[in-house]
């Protein structure tokens, strides 16, 4: 079994940190390791497979060596930097941050929707924002099935959404310190406000659930709209979408469908209090959808609650599971 | 200035002792005041106007005395079994329970939006839903002027919606305790579960919201559908909510249009992060909004979000405010 050369950029964060955890549970074939990060963390050990790993300092150098792939979680200034370098070097990397995802030559790729796109790559591969993966999971076996005209998300998103600053920061509010990341305290509070915001009143991240949700279904005729609110909860992101589909649907079809569809637990038994929680799916890698239900409002409606892990797959398990199509590909 | 005796059942529970509060804050014209609690309660002195008076245990005859005015807030069942008693004995019940809201003979009111209602009384006026209320605030100057033909709610409820038991369960979960109300852990969770299930797939607060919003407007062509949460936050409901216009609108007519409307307080300055948020709603009458922005998925739609303290204008205010209606009225 051949074995590749692997670097992750941003090997001390809490994306990077997850994805080294997730390599070691799915048995990735890695023969050299190579961790990097800013100045800051630089001289971290961290152990992989039960050896030392020491963190490496990110240079223009560091893409010089024998690597095969490269994941970048450092941010989409360090992926606007360095990305194209290592991937002139021949490097294939798979980058979760936002830097890419919408130019039309770098595919945008949840592996359960659109593993095929990763044919086209040129060296880049984008891994999707969080709360896009987790509703395209579900989404992408209902467009085939029933086709969806329009969506309404709203959002129920963790902390570790922003890293080790939002944990923190639910921590301090929760001592009843105040906040320093957030521009409010987020304990106890619900903050309408992810990303920054732009001229026509949305939040970035509120355009990328619209932007990639169409990109990635290959459908710019898509209706979408979206907010995105963070709570305090500290993994996993929660989300009510109501969907409107072109073609009538039987209730008890579409949750075979899902059942069916790869990367999804259905977890729907309102008798029995059963249905997708944060807390629950927290450090699992499916996406949990449940409470599903007829929405009576329109023709062919239905309204989902979508649950899912934003640090694994939301991000470090849906970076792998593209490094595990890529070597399938090669 | 003519006085007027109160009677306050479920008055130690935390709406009962909210609705006392602003009865003083108000000046409500008293003269006498008459407490009322099941016989667990009773006995307990409450101070009102710098006077203490006694809760009495709720009895067919707590009716026979002199009263104006009797808020009930002590369930369905209570509701169920001495409003009738009570109106029989020439008192306005001012209801705060779901016992009635439905029936077509009694009003269902929030006066900033439908305080005529009121004039047709037959003895017994229910206080709607808080999530309802505070959503309908907003929705009637829209309706008014664009008129409303499709709603999507998704909330973000706080544990006071279920008084003390709710407080004291996200309490016990931010110390590491279990949960002994809610079916599962609220702290760090978010519970897509309020009220109980109907076989339909929806809980009685998303049919609460689909009813009561109807009913309130005198509009039953409207299509509504709602998903309803709990979030771990202690005071003031959230709501994102997603409406459909007949009409076009100009998006700053329309914010003028809210901030010209009674009870409303319009909070939407993302560049200076001013949103409305559940911390800094709470202890307020009026109801927030904003996040206003064009919903770009249909051709007349806009996306709001909504903030309320749910215990002040979702239930203990409107009921006084119901209450200062009547008596205009007589």
Redesign the interface.
Same mark, same amino acid.
């Given at each position: 079994m051949k074995k590749y050369n692997v670097a992750v950029v941003g090997a001390t964060g809490m994306v990077g940190r997850t994805m080294l955890k997730i390599l070691q549970e799915r048995d990735f074939s890695i023969d050299k390791l190579y961790l990097y990060s800013s100045s800051r963390s630089a001289g971290t050990s961290i152990e992989f497979n039960n050896k030392k790993v020491t963190v490496e300092e990110l240079t223009e150098n560091s893409f010089s060596k024998e690597i095969d792939i490269a994941f970048f979680s450092a941010g989409s200034s360090t992926s606007l930097k360095y990305a194209q370098i290592a991937s002139a070097n021949g490097i294939v990397v798979i980058d979760n941050s936002s830097a890419f995802r919408m130019d039309k030559d770098i595919p945008l790729v949840v592996p359960e929707v659109n593993a095929h796109d990763i044919t086209n790559h040129k060296g880049i591969i984008s891994n999707p924002n969080c709360s896009t993966i987790q509703a395209l999971v579900v989404l992408k076996p209902l467009h085939d099935k029933y086709k969806i005209k329009? &969506? %309404?998300f709203?959002t129920?998103q963790a902390v570790s959404g922003s890293g080790v600053n939002g944990i923190q920061d639910l921590e301090r509010g929760?001592l009843g310190e105040p906040n320093t990341f957030y521009? @409010?305290?987020i304990a106890?509070?619900?903050? $309408? @406000?992810i990303d920054s915001?732009e001229e026509?009143?949305?939040?970035k991240e509120e355009l990328k659930m619209i932007n990639e949700t169409k990109k990635i279904l290959h459908d710019d005729d898509l209706? &979408?709209?979206a #907010?995105t %609110?963070r709570?305090?909860?500290?993994y996993s992101h929660?989300e009510?979408i109501?969907i409107e589909f072109e073609n009538e649907f039987e209730i008890n079809e579409l949750k075979k469908v899902l059942e069916e569809a790869p990367g999804i637990i259905v977890l729907d038994n $309102?008798?029995e209090?059963l249905?997708?929680? $944060? #807390?629950e799916v927290a450090g699992k890698d499916e996406v949990f959808v449940?409470? &599903?239900?007829?929405?009576?409002? %329109?023709d062919c409606?239905i309204?989902l609650?979508v %649950?899912a892990d934003n640090i694994r797959k939301g991000a470090a398990t849906n970076a792998v599971q593209i490094a595990e199509e890529v070597i399938r590909n090669l």
């Amino acid at each position: 079994m051949k074995k590749y050369n692997v670097a992750v950029v941003g090997a001390t964060g809490m994306v990077g940190r997850t994805m080294l955890k997730i390599l070691q549970e799915r048995d990735f074939s890695i023969d050299k390791l190579y961790l990097y990060s800013s100045s800051r963390s630089a001289g971290t050990s961290i152990e992989f497979n039960n050896k030392k790993v020491t963190v490496e300092e990110l240079t223009e150098n560091s893409f010089s060596k024998e690597i095969d792939i490269a994941f970048f979680s450092a941010g989409s200034s360090t992926s606007l930097k360095y990305a194209q370098i290592a991937s002139a070097n021949g490097i294939v990397v798979i980058d979760n941050s936002s830097a890419f995802r919408m130019d039309k030559d770098i595919p945008l790729v949840v592996p359960e929707v659109n593993a095929h796109d990763i044919t086209n790559h040129k060296g880049i591969i984008s891994n999707p924002n969080c709360s896009t993966i987790q509703a395209l999971v579900v989404l992408k076996p209902l467009h085939d099935k029933y086709k969806i005209k329009r &969506i %309404v998300f709203s959002t129920y998103q963790a902390v570790s959404g922003s890293g080790v600053n939002g944990i923190q920061d639910l921590e301090r509010g929760l001592l009843g310190e105040p906040n320093t990341f957030y521009p @409010h305290q987020i304990a106890n509070n619900c903050l $309408p @406000h992810i990303d920054s915001f732009e001229e026509n009143g949305y939040t970035k991240e509120e355009l990328k659930m619209i932007n990639e949700t169409k990109k990635i279904l290959h459908d710019d005729d898509l209706r &979408i709209t979206a #907010t995105t %609110v963070r709570v305090p909860v500290y993994y996993s992101h929660s989300e009510s979408i109501n969907i409107e589909f072109e073609n009538e649907f039987e209730i008890n079809e579409l949750k075979k469908v899902l059942e069916e569809a790869p990367g999804i637990i259905v977890l729907d038994n $309102p008798k029995e209090n059963l249905y997708p929680l $944060p #807390t629950e799916v927290a450090g699992k890698d499916e996406v949990f959808v449940g409470r &599903i239900r007829k929405d009576y409002s %329109v023709d062919c409606g239905i309204n989902l609650w979508v %649950v899912a892990d934003n640090i694994r797959k939301g991000a470090a398990t849906n970076a792998v599971q593209i490094a595990e199509e890529v070597i399938r590909n090669l």
